[in-house]
T-cell receptor, first 113, second 114 residues
Framework: SQTIHQWPATLVQPVGSPLSLECTVE??????LYWYRQAAGRGLQLLFY??????ISSEVPQNLSASRPQDRQFILSSKKLLLSDSGFYLC????????????FGQGTRLTVV | AQKVTQAQTEISVVEKEDVTLDCVYE???????LFWYKQPPSGELVFLIR??????QNEISGRYSWNFQKSTSSFNFTITASQVVDSAVYFC???????????FGSGTRLQVQP
């Protein structure tokens, strides 16, 4: 069966520090991968999605970047964190076929201080 | 462009009451899919259901039921005889050919009081 791992679960980082969140999927090949952010008390905002190695689409301009160095690995990064980067970050995967459900990791709660 | 509206920000009910969570969507496609997810306090989103635009039959799964009405662009979710464990944030989402990722509504927080 497929599983998705996301870490760390919580993170407190000072303003201006770098960020690296990692997500890996097991039990499937060529998945679509996604990074969402959920601000406190709000819905999910799509940040990035990827349909293959090295293929990254950005939904909104921001202080973050994403990379997909391997088929089942998706990394969210920042060179210098801002206070506004605080939030709950969720990685997700879906089958490569369109319009299939996405399955989510357990999320990373990031607090920038 | 796609859009999903969940007008109910928060609902509070007493255990054993029935509750309906509303979802209204907008899309220009004739083929699209609708989803519901549950987000318990732990934070992980749990997939509940997927329906395609060609299947308007209502679906029932235990205490959960979904009512899809194309005429009103709605995909409502009803929990019968609610329980405390149903307390969570529920998200409705849409997928169509115009976008590879799901578009989520803002969510409805359901609190079930004992």
């Amino acid at each position: 069966s497929q599983t998705i791992h996301q870490w760390p679960a919580t993170l407190v980082q000072p303003v201006g520090s770098p960020l690296s969140l990692e997500c890996t999927v097991e039990g499937t090949s060529n998945p679509n991968l996604y990074w969402y952010r959920q601000a406190a008390g709000r819905g999910l905002q799509l940040l990035f999605y990827s349909v293959g190695i090295g293929q990254i689409s950005s939904e909104v301009p921001q202080n973050l970047s994403a990379s997909r160095p391997q088929d089942r690995q998706f990394i969210l990064s920042s060179k210098k964190l801002l206070l506004s980067d605080s939030g709950f970050y969720l990685c997700a995967w879906s089958d490569f076929r369109p319009n299939t459900e996405a399955f989510f990791g357990q999320g990373t709660r990031l607090t920038v201080v | 462009a796609q859009k999903v509206t969940q007008a109910q920000t928060e609902i509070s009910v007493v255990e054993k009451e029935d509750v309906t969570l509303d979802c209204v969507y907008e899309t220009r496609d004739t083929t699209y899919y609708l989803f519901w997810y549950k987000q318990p306090p732990s934070g992980e989103l749990v997939f509940l259901i997927r329906r395609n635009s060609f299947d308007e039959q209502n679906e029932i799964s235990g205490r959960y039921s979904w009512n899809f009405q194309k005429s009103t662009s709605s995909f409502n979710f009803t929990i019968t005889a609610s329980q405390v464990v149903d307390s969570a944030v529920y998200f409705c989402a849409l997928s169509d050919t115009g976008r590879r990722a799901l578009t989520f509504g803002s969510g409805t927080r359901l609190q079930v009081q004992p």
